[in-house]
């Protein structure tokens, strides 16, 4: 069993570890099936770095090179959330207030705003549009209107060091853009993703409104893919549960962080991936050791 880790640690706490090193229970445990399948993963060539921890007790449940950072694709933008919500708090800007799309906003894939008519809309519609479908769009609306250096700056007020949002969505990255829209280690995500769900980000208000906006995420495709929820409809507890989550997808590139409660215990759980995605064979292998990791989850917290 790995040591306990406060949930108030900052950054400076989370470095070290070894590359390679694996920690987690016995052969037989609740998490063996999960942590086999990702080193089969490992095996296979792919790149793995992943974590849990008890939300109760800080305990390390398992990790994987948690301490790598890696490529986390949307995830990223949980940092563009955390400061919108806190401008939403400090009232220096109103959840009503409209926001234009302009044609430098512009960006496919991901989000239902591009199929929309709608020029305009409110800021905290912005922010809502992001937790639920990971809006690209709205990211990059989001970001014209708060800069991405205070995103950056509000990330390094909370103690993080591994893991950032480096650009705006594109639908190409030349070699004069950054390489990733975001990073991160596992050791820092879900430090981050367990103290949303405390109401420790900023302040309770902050979190609390950052929490509602990942609570409607319908991406449930990966770790959470193993829980049963209904994708479109899970902000209340089914079957005694109840997820909040981001998820990245880029070419080569599948993560997510989350927090699950359930009867029993609630983890803070981060999985970050990064293969060669030339065969749908390896996506789909990818998938499966994902899911495989979530269904021990939901073992131990139900």
């Given at each position: 069993m790995s040591a306990?880790?406060?949930?108030?640690?900052?950054?400076?706490?989370?470095?070290?570890?070894?590359?390679?090193?694996?920690?987690?229970?016995?052969?037989?445990?609740s998490f063996a099936k999960g942590f086999a399948a990702l080193g089969e993963l490992a095996l296979a060539g792919v790149q793995v770095s992943a974590r849990a921890i008890d939300l109760t007790t800080g305990a390390v449940l398992f990790s994987v090179d948690d301490h790598v950072v890696m490529p986390t694709a949307s995830i990223g933008k949980v940092l563009l959330l955390i400061e919108v919500a806190a401008r939403l708090e400090a009232r220096d800007t109103s959840a009503l207030s409209l926001v234009d799309r302009l044609q430098t906003d512009a960006v496919g894939d991901a989000g239902i705003w591009q199929h929309l008519v709608a020029p305009s809309l409110p800021l905290a519609d912005l922010a809502a549009l992001v937790g639920a479908a990971s809006d690209n769009l709205a990211t990059n609306v989001l970001l014209r209107r708060v800069g991405l250096e205070s995103v950056s700056a509000r990330t390094e007020q909370l103690g993080l060091r591994q893991t950032a949002m480096l650009d705006l969505v594109r639908?190409?990255?030349?070699?004069?853009?950054?390489?990733?829209?975001?990073?991160?280690?596992?050791?820092?995500?879900?430090?981050?993703?367990?103290?949303?769900?405390?109401?420790?980000?900023?302040?309770?208000?902050?979190?609390?409104?950052?929490?509602?906006?990942?609570?409607?995420?319908?991406?449930?495709?990966?770790?959470?893919?193993?829980?049963?929820?209904?994708?479109?409809?899970?902000?209340?507890?089914?079957?005694?549960?109840?997820?909040?989550?981001?998820?990245?997808?880029?070419?080569?590139?599948?993560?997510?962080?989350?927090?699950?409660?359930?009867?029993?215990?609630?983890?803070?759980?981060?999985?970050?991936?990064?293969?060669?995605?030339?065969?749908?064979s390896a996506r789909l292998g990818v998938l499966d050791g994902m899911r495989a990791v979530g269904r021990d989850l939901l073992e131990y917290v139900h």
């Amino acid at each position: 069993m790995s040591a306990p880790v406060q949930g108030s640690e900052r950054r400076s706490r989370h470095a070290g570890g070894r590359r390679g090193k694996h920690r987690g229970r016995e052969p037989g445990d609740s998490f063996a099936k999960g942590f086999a399948a990702l080193g089969e993963l490992a095996l296979a060539g792919v790149q793995v770095s992943a974590r849990a921890i008890d939300l109760t007790t800080g305990a390390v449940l398992f990790s994987v090179d948690d301490h790598v950072v890696m490529p986390t694709a949307s995830i990223g933008k949980v940092l563009l959330l955390i400061e919108v919500a806190a401008r939403l708090e400090a009232r220096d800007t109103s959840a009503l207030s409209l926001v234009d799309r302009l044609q430098t906003d512009a960006v496919g894939d991901a989000g239902i705003w591009q199929h929309l008519v709608a020029p305009s809309l409110p800021l905290a519609d912005l922010a809502a549009l992001v937790g639920a479908a990971s809006d690209n769009l709205a990211t990059n609306v989001l970001l014209r209107r708060v800069g991405l250096e205070s995103v950056s700056a509000r990330t390094e007020q909370l103690g993080l060091r591994q893991t950032a949002m480096l650009d705006l969505v594109r639908d190409h990255r030349g070699p004069d853009d950054a390489p990733q829209l975001s990073v991160g280690s596992a050791k820092e995500l879900t430090w981050l993703f367990a103290s949303l769900a405390r109401g420790e980000v900023v302040d309770a208000g902050t979190s609390k409104r950052v929490v509602g906006w990942l609570s409607l995420n319908h991406d449930l495709s990966m770790v959470a893919s193993a829980f049963g929820l209904d994708p479109l409809a899970h902000r209340g507890p089914d079957h005694g549960l109840l997820l909040m989550n981001k998820t990245g997808s880029d070419t080569g590139v599948r993560s997510e962080v989350g927090v699950l409660r359930g009867p029993r215990a609630g983890v803070a759980y981060v999985v970050s991936t990064s293969f060669d995605d030339t065969e749908l064979s390896a996506r789909l292998g990818v998938l499966d050791g994902m899911r495989a990791v979530g269904r021990d989850l939901l073992e131990y917290v139900h």
